[in-house]
């Protein structure tokens, strides 16, 4: 890929890093991917908006072969996903992933939950992993109960703890599976805005999500699904304001009425 001439930054963030071609996925006879053509450019916010069952969730766990896929290809800064074992595990070190049920250790403290990741996988040093995780988790807001157990914290501090630990790998890429649907109303605020300081200090992200607010504020890109395959995909501004197809118009229309 050739460099643009406006210079460093606009070189850096233009460059593909997660490509999907030709994605198709069936569970028995049903496609929940149909030939799924996207390009993550590094530091774009993708987030993946439409109705239940459209394939978003499908497609974002695909990215890091939680999901395996029958037909096409998906590379990781320009490398095939790999299938298995300790490519497999590093790939994962790569991708960051934060699900709707927030996956901590019980048994281990927060900081142990977002510790134990860089100092197995990565190989840290105890005390530099600490270090990091102590900094992540004052980013996220929770510098302060890192000795606590999950068990003792509430589901939005659980799942910053979450991201907290995603973000000590040194990901390339955040996946978002949903990360705010099994909150509180009052929670989801506060997860959606670690959220937005993460897209504005350029983390690459794909979000699969409900929430609009997010997708209008923080998005580069707005990709809308229906049965498994993307029917639109356009700035917030234009997706929002102007949507093109009539699935687009139809969802737009329930969900922004209430």
Not at 2 to 14: K, P, S, W
Not at 68 to 78: F, H, N, R
Not at 145 to 171: F, H, T, W
Request: hydrophobic share 40%; charged share 25%.
């Amino acid at each position: 890929m050739t460099v643009t001439e406006q210079g460093g930054t606009e070189a850096a963030t233009g460059q593909p890093l997660v490509v999907l071609d030709g994605v198709n996925k069936w569970y028995g006879d049903l496609h929940v991917l149909q030939d799924i053509n996207l390009t993550i450019k590094r530091g774009e916010v993708v987030v993946v908006i439409g109705p239940s069952g459209s394939g978003k969730s499908t497609l974002c766990r695909a990215i890091n072969r939680l999901e395996t896929i029958q037909k096409g290809s998906i590379t990781l800064d320009g490398k095939p996903l790999p299938e298995e074992g300790k490519a497999l595990a590093a790939l994962r070190a790569d991708v960051g992933m934060v699900f709707q049920s927030f996956n901590l250790f019980a048994h281990k403290t927060i900081l142990q939950n977002v510790t134990l990741g860089p100092i197995k996988v990565r190989n840290m040093k105890k005390a530099e992993a600490q270090d990091r995780a102590k900094e992540l988790l004052d980013r996220v807001g929770i510098g302060h109960q890192a000795d606590k157990y999950p068990a003792q914290l509430s589901g939005g501090q659980q799942q910053r703890v979450a991201i907290a630990r995603a973000l000590a790998m040194n990901p390339k890429v955040m996946l978002f599976d949903e990360p705010t649907s099994a909150l509180d109303p009052e929670m989801i605020a506060e997860v959606l805005d670690v959220m937005v300081d993460l897209a504005k200090q350029g983390m690459t992200m794909v979000v699969v999500t409900h929430e609009m607010g997010f997708a209008r504020t923080a998005a580069d890109r707005v990709i809308f699904m229906a049965d498994g395959a993307i029917v639109e995909e356009n700035t917030p501004e234009e997706f929002f304001t102007n949507p093109q197809s009539d699935r687009a118009k139809d969802f737009l229309g329930k969900i922004l009425k209430h």
